[in-house]
């Protein structure tokens, strides 16, 4: 023994005997060094040898330093299938300073290993992962060497291990096999716990990443390591007090009494104890009773109030010398799921109350910004999640195909009030429940919860992505006589396991199996219902690229739409980076390629036509540029139609259904530059649809419609107060700027957190009083106002007809003027037509307009331009484009 007094013995001495006067040096410190920055990279015959930034992946090291080009240009994805098919290592060496090496213990920490890996320090081995959701740590102290180090980290293929897995799974299927082949990807996904959509997906690349995709660092301390701060606040109505629930999960060098300290000094509350910290890894849970005589500010989604929050301080001490401190962000807010019955309907309403106010749901889904995690910008995310709130949107679905996103993205959600519906990262298929996959799957699980049950802005789980409804409606050809054991299956995975693990760490947040789901009806049908499509109960995914989508009757009136969408391509700014001019047409192999959904090139055009005379220039770019145009005006509308018919439906039951209080589109952003669901493109532009998605969602809406000839509006409110509107109503001819005539309807009360109808006329009855109008030459705008004449809400519009039967329209002709002044960048317009479709577009200049893709019907109107990197007036007007409508043909 080289010590003369080891840490701990001297705390003891100290306590007993009231010995030394001071302690050894910084014996109370937890020392740490980052083990980020420069690797080495080799492939299974070293014929590559190369520097590898960590966090990081393979495909990134091999751009950053030349030996591919970006893998996201043309064809590369398949031209780079081999690197996933290839074994990989990873190594450093590092030094140790000797005050981290007399440490009591000390621990490398892997916070994520992309996927599979064997590691070794200076040639002994420390283990094995197998889970690209876990953090992995080893005890290393007798290992740390004078002098270099070297870590070792061997990966396998995660293609062939998937494989292997498969082929061990002798028993019985385990579906689906592959991804369909439209999708050119990879097989037996559901055998390896890593993003499930790196083998690709209907909207994305297969890029199967390895590498150390999270940090990596040593740890060393000699009394005790946190390693997880959870708060949970729970309300007591009973008492209507709050109480939070602290969750130290800590690793004791040994047993040892210490003194632990909670306090929430905001709210003047406060918890001091004796704690006897076990030698291990234990968890230990505590509760700080809140102050009564101090308001409590609530955390509120965006649109309903603001998202305050709290400091937690954690301190602990061994004697008089502070072993432990910690501080952490604490919201309050409740959260629940009602699943009630409903008045004139056989089923169960759906919707979430936040802090005892119903709130209906307004949103996207999220997919992984990038399939190279590494890089997934501080700024990227900020960006995306920044504009999901301009665009009114109060919640996002994590998908469960992607990943578990990184702190900083929940950390923004709280910041901007955006809820988080968190999937479980299982999705599209059924999945093995061998000892070893259950015990990985349930420490992923731990963590995760343990990692994010802290944040507000999260109010549910959800175990799966549509794999309840890929068992109920037999997606898979699964034979009658086996469908128990897959049931079996389902259930031991998601209700036995995940779900157990959940309700145990997490009482603050509802639970759901699945989704699609008929959430409590499920339940009672065994976990696995009749149809969990039923828009009685729970939530609904769906998809229809064959019905007119401007026909509100093609639609469920669900209780819940937590997926529908359409397709659209990106800009041509966003595809031109990695394509060629030979890839610039409708046709070619590259437009092909990047679309991954069966027949979704054409089912685009085949929508737009219906509405819409398609592209015809006789210059190629043109038609190409045109034709991305049109596909973005017909997802816009779409969406636009779909979102607006469950939002009029919030107050309604219509045959047993309505009562809807959420609309999640599919989706928010995209993987790479291709056509997909998405209203942002990669990179961040804003399409067509998510502009329009910034009236749709807007806290008043008015709603218009036909059913039977007759115009209905609807004034949508998701206010908390009550508001008395009227609806304004005003008759353009397509012919001509100044308007034809205006109705006024009466004013109504409407309801906070309702939707009312407010005007109903036949549409022949009011084209009539207009005089000189036809559903052929006319159309319709519409706003709300209020008593005192002041707008609520956007101004929408109602076409009378389809576009392409319009008469009267005519070529706007439009002029455009960039200025810049003290408040930013504006657009001065100025239109000699009515102008449906007004698209303004400043290329490869990042930023946003104020509003766009938008009827004109004013001779001048002024849009802003917040730009996202220095700019200026003559550089917009360069990149600036004007298209309408008309200008296609």
Not at 213 to 242: C, H, N, T
Not at 609 to 628: E, Y
Not at 673 to 697: D, N, R, T, V
Not at 781 to 793: A, P, R, S, V
Request: aromatic letters at 12%; hydrophobic letters at 40%; a neutral charge.
């Amino acid at each position: 023994m080289a010590r003369l007094v080891t840490p701990v013995i001297w705390a003891l001495s100290w306590l007993v005997f009231g010995v030394l006067s001071s302690p050894p040096p910084a014996w109370e410190q937890r020392l740490e060094r980052s083990l980020n920055g420069k690797w080495r990279l080799s492939n299974s015959n070293r014929s590559l040898l190369l520097p590898a930034a960590v966090p990081g992946c393979v495909h990134s090291a091999l751009q950053q330093q030349g030996y591919i080009q970006d893998p996201y240009f043309r064809f590369n994805d398949l031209l780079y299938q081999w690197i996933a098919l290839d074994n990989w290592t990873y190594s450093t060496t590092f030094t140790v300073p000797p005050q981290m090496r007399v440490k009591q213990k000390a621990l490398l920490i892997f916070h994520g290993v992309d996927t599979v890996a064997s590691i070794s320090l200076n040639s002994v081995a420390l283990g094995t992962t197998d889970d690209m959701f876990r953090r992995y740590d080893f005890p290393v102290r007798d290992l740390l060497r004078d002098g270099d180090n070297v870590l070792e980290v061997g990966f396998v293929s995660p293609v062939l291990y998937a494989s292997e897995r498969r082929k061990a799974h002798s028993s019985y299927a385990v579906p689906p096999e592959c991804p369909p082949d439209v999708q050119k990807g990879q097989c037996h996904v559901n055998f390896i716990r890593k993003e499930q959509s790196s083998f690709s997906w209907d909207w994305g690349p297969s890029f199967p990443t390895v590498g150390l995709w999270k940090g990596v660092r040593l740890e060393a301390f000699d009394v005790l390591q946190l390693i997880q701060l959870s708060s949970l606040p729970l309300y007591d109505r009973s008492g209507s007090r709050w109480r939070l629930r602290v969750e130290l999960l800590v690793d004791a060098v040994q047993t040892l009494d210490s003194k632990v300290e909670l306090s929430v000094p905001g709210l003047a509350s406060k918890r001091t104890l004796p704690v006897r910290f076990l030698q291990g890894r234990l968890q230990y849970n505590f509760t700080v009773d809140i102050n009564q005589s101090r308001e409590v500010k609530l955390w509120w989604p965006n649109g309903h109030g603001d998202q305050p929050f709290y400091l937690l301080a954690v301190r602990g001490f061994l004697g008089k010398f502070l072993i432990l401190n910690k501080e952490s962000k604490v919201f309050f807010r409740t959260v629940e799921l009602i699943q009630d019955p409903v008045v004139g309907s056989p089923g169960l309403s759906f919707y979430f109350r936040v802090n005892g106010r119903p709130v209906f749901l307004k949103g996207s889904n999220w997919i992984p910004a990038h399939s190279f995690q590494d890089r997934v910008t501080p700024a990227s995310l900020r960006s995306l999640l920044q504009s999901a709130a301009d665009a009114n949107m109060n919640a996002l679905r994590v998908w469960g195909g992607g990943v578990y996103e990184q702190d900083l993205f929940y950390d923004i959600c709280d910041e901007l009030g955006i809820m988080v519906w968190q999937d479980f990262m299982f999705a599209c298929a059924m999945y093995p429940t061998d000892d070893d996959f259950i015990q990985t799957v349930r420490e992923e699980v731990t963590q995760q919860v343990r990692r994010l049950k802290s944040h507000p802005s999260i109010i549910v789980w959800s175990g799966n992505n549509e794999n309840e409804a890929a068992l109920a409606t037999n997606w898979f050809s699964i034979p009658a006589s086996l469908k128990p054991v897959y049931i079996k299956d389902y259930v031991t995975l998601y209700v036995n396991n995940i779900r157990r693990i959940v309700q145990e760490e997490d009482p603050s947040r509802p639970f759901l199996v699945s989704s699609p789901t008929n959430g409590a009806e499920s339940e009672q049908e065994g976990w696995v219902a009749a149809n969990p499509y039923d828009p009685r109960y729970g939530d609904v995914h769906f998809y229809s690229y064959v019905h007119d989508c401007w026909d509100w009757r093609s639609f469920p009136r669900t209780r819940f739409a937590s997926e529908y969408g359409f397709q659209s391509w990106p800009s041509f700014s966003t595809l031109q980076p990695v394509s060629v001019q030979e890839d610039w047409s409708y046709g070619s192999d590259f437009t092909s390629h990047r679309q991954h959904h069966q027949e979704g090139n054409q089912q685009m055009l085949q929508q737009a036509a219906l509405h819409f005379i398609l592209p015809n220039s006789t210059d190629p770019l043109k038609r190409f540029t045109d034709s991305l145009y049109i596909t973005q005006v017909m997802q816009a509308e779409c969406v636009k139609t779909q979102t607006e018919f469950y939002r009029r439906s919030r107050s309604e039951i219509v045959e047993g259904k309505g009562h809807t209080m959420g609309a999640l589109y599919w989706q928010l952003n995209d993987i790479w530059q291709a056509p997909s669901w998405s209203s942002i493109e990669f990179g961040g532009k804003w399409k067509m649809l998510h502009y329009f998605a910034q009236h749709f969602f807007a806290t008043v809406l008015p709603v218009g419609f036909e059913d039977d000839d007759t115009l209905f509006i609807y004034a949508v409110s998701d206010l908390s107060r009550d508001l008395k509107l009227r609806a304004v109503v005003t008759v353009y001819a397509w012919s001509d700027l100044d308007s034809v005539c205006t109705l006024t309807s009466n004013l109504l009360q409407v309801p906070g957190g309702s939707a009312v109808a407010i005007f109903r006329q036949s549409v022949a009855a009011l084209l009539a009083g207009c005089g000189r109008c036809t559903r052929l030459t006319c159309l319709l705008t519409f706003h709300l106002q209020n008593e005192d004449g002041i707008q609520q809400g956007p101004t929408n519009r109602h076409f009378l007809c389809k576009p392409k039967d319009a008469q009267g329209l005519q070529r706007p002709n439009i002029t455009a003027k960039v200025r810049e002044d003290e408040s930013g960048f504006a657009v001065a317009l100025h239109s000699a037509a009515v102008a449906p479709f007004v698209w303004l577009d400043v290329g490869n200049v990042p930023g946003r307009f104020s509003s766009n893709g938008f009827l004109m019907v004013t001779r001048n109107t002024t849009i802003s331009f917040e730009a996202w990197r220095p700019t200026s007036a003559a550089e917009l007007s360069r990149s600036l484009t004007v298209t309408t409508l008309m200008d296609l043909y």
